[in-house]
């Protein structure tokens, strides 16, 4: 059974940072790409940043870039969301996705294309 299990949100004031934890188990971690994504009541699901299966390549939304870095760990199936620089608009809850690593260079921003979903985990940035 393929889980993604996230971690890590909480409060934190404008400027601050959080580093979110995404544990993946149920396969073979190697082959698929992760990402990590955000929604609001009332607004769209929102592509936050995906990195390849290799970990070399990263993919990161113009409204993060700079301030969010995402980044995993094969040894403990664990991917990161590395986030600093924290504003107000980066509330939200935050999910971690695997994509087929075929699909990540044409859909890493696409969340139809991803497979697999974690639960979610709160992030709320006070002013």
């Known amino acids: 059974q393929v889980q993604l299990v996230e971690s890590g949100g909480g409060l934190v004031q404008t400027g601050g940072s959080v580093r979110l934890s995404c544990l993946a188990s149920?396969?073979?971690?190697?082959?698929?790409?992760l990402g990590w994504f955000r929604q609001t009541p009332g607004k769209e699901r929102e592509f936050v940043a995906a990195?390849?299966?290799?970990?070399?390549?990263?993919y990161y939304a113009d409204s993060v870039k700079g301030r969010f870095t995402i980044s995993r760990d094969y040894a403990k199936n664990t991917a990161y969301l590395q986030m600093t620089g924290l504003i107000p608009e980066d509330t939200a809850v935050y999910y971690c996705?695997?994509?087929?690593?075929?699909?990540?260079?044409?859909?890493?921003?696409?969340?139809?294309?991803?497979?697999?979903w974690g639960q979610g985990t709160q992030v709320t940035v006070s002013s």
């Open positions: 149920g396969r073979t971690w190697r082959s698929y790409a």
């Open positions: 996705a695997d994509l087929e690593g075929r699909d990540y260079y044409t859909a890493y921003a696409d969340g139809d294309k991803y497979t697999y």
């Open positions: 990195i390849s299966w290799s970990g070399g390549t990263a």
